[in-house]
């Protein structure tokens, strides 16, 4: 076992046993259980928030002894991808509500304005053309505009915070769920590595991964130009339209096309190397991991809300079924999105491995720093 697969599997079983000490928590009465949300999970509302948490208990505490098992040995790889199967399943799906995709976009949106601002800056810095056509005006209105909607932008920071509050036993329960299904995935993943039947899948994938991609970043795409209507006369999927709803909409906005142009990344010469704007890290190369975490976390995000979404817009009918699965389409954007990462980190593997093997043979240039000559003397997008 390698140490990056011992790394991961003790992740997972770490997380787990966290889990299930929140559940035992849960079952003594010393927390209250966010079972009890209506919509928390498809179990708690079929069979009650006391059977959820009990399962949730069993199922976590599964994964500590499987994890624990196969750090010490006593079980392979198929055990591995069994418990992996066993976790995703039943914290995946059974035990799966709408909050784990709300909190991570509200995280995301609650981020946009100061990565708006550090981008805007660094245009400034780096672009003499684009300085005085976007970095300074987009600073400047976003200056005054903030200074002229400082009453709305007052309301929405209140209620961020009192929403961040009252609802944080939930939000934690989401993010740590996220992070544990996300690591018991790269366990699963880790264990059918090397395989017949995942080998030729990969070269499928690799073969396919622009195409992959391009299907993956049209998934919030629905979502980013409905939120764009609330600032028409004409708002969809939208009410109670004053100016601080209507900004926090433009902020929810921003974030899924950030998700667009980030998931495009995948493909592009600067998911690969860092653009030259970027300060202190122009030139290099991208780490895979940087770009194969968060895009695995939110793939598993969006496959872990597949079902919920589906059974939510569901049951109210026909129409808002249709409409729900449009605006919301984690049914082909999660799985999507996690074969466009797992085609991103193949690549990189094989194009590292090749650089790696033509710098041995004495190569006058790498592909690596080919790519990243390339980058800076052209000065691509």
């Known amino acids: 076992m390698s140490r990056l697969t011992r790394a991961t599997l003790l992740g997972a079983t770490i997380t787990s046993g966290v889990s299930a000490l929140l559940g035992i928590a849960w079952l003594s009465g010393l927390w209250p259980s966010p079972y009890t949300v209506p919509g928390a999970a498809l179990l708690a509302g079929l069979a009650g928030p006391g059977a959820a948490s009990v399962t949730h208990v069993v199922t976590a505490l599964t994964g500590v002894a499987a994890g624990i098992a196969a750090l010490t040995g006593a079980v392979g790889a198929r055990g591995r991808v069994a418990t992996a199967v066993v976790q995703l399943a039943v914290f995946g799906v059974v035990l799966q509500g709408t909050g784990p995709l709300s909190t991570m976009g509200y995280l995301v949106a609650m981020a946009m304005p100061a990565a708006v601002v ?39 920071l209140r209620m961020l ?28 993943a880790q264990a059918l590595a090397g395989t017949p039947a ?47 709803t209507r900004i926090w909409g433009l902020t929810l906005s921003s974030g899924a096309w950030l998700g667009f142009f980030l998931t495009l990344g995948l493909v592009r010469p600067w998911g690969e190397v860092f653009p030259r704007w970027m300060p202190g890290l122009a030139g290099r190369r991208v780490p895979i991991a940087a770009a194969a975490v ?6 598993v995000t969006l496959i872990f809300s597949t079902v919920p979404m589906l059974v939510m ?36 593997l094989r194009s590292d491995r090749a650089a790696s093997d033509g710098a041995t043979r004495g190569g006058a240039e790498r592909p690596a720093d080919a790519l990243a000559g390339r980058w800076l003397r052209d000065d691509l997008p």
């Open 294 to 299: 968060p895009g695995g976390l939110i793939a």
């Open 118 to 156: 550090v981008l805007l800056v660094q245009v400034v810095r780096r672009y003499r053309v684009a300085r005085w056509t976007v970095g300074v005006p987009g600073l400047a209105v976003l200056l005054v505009g903030g200074f002229l909607a400082r009453d709305a932008l007052g309301g929405i």
């Open 313 to 348: 817009f569901g049951g109210q009918g026909l129409a808002e079924a249709i409409v729900g699965a449009i605006a919301f389409p984690c049914w082909y954007w999660g799985p999507a999105l996690a074969l466009a990462v797992w085609g991103y980190v193949a690549h990189r």
């Open 198 to 244: 995942i080998e030729r899948a990969t070269d499928w994938v690799v073969r396919h991964r622009t195409a992959i991609t391009v299907v993956a970043a049209t998934g919030p795409l629905p979502y980013a130009l409905i939120r764009l209507t609330w600032l028409t006369p004409w708002p969809q999927l939208g009410f109670d339209m004053d100016l601080s």
């Open 161 to 188: 915070g009192s929403g961040l509050v009252e609802n944080r036993a939930g939000l934690l329960l989401s993010l740590l769920v996220l992070v544990m299904g996300t690591l018991w995935a790269a366990v699963g």
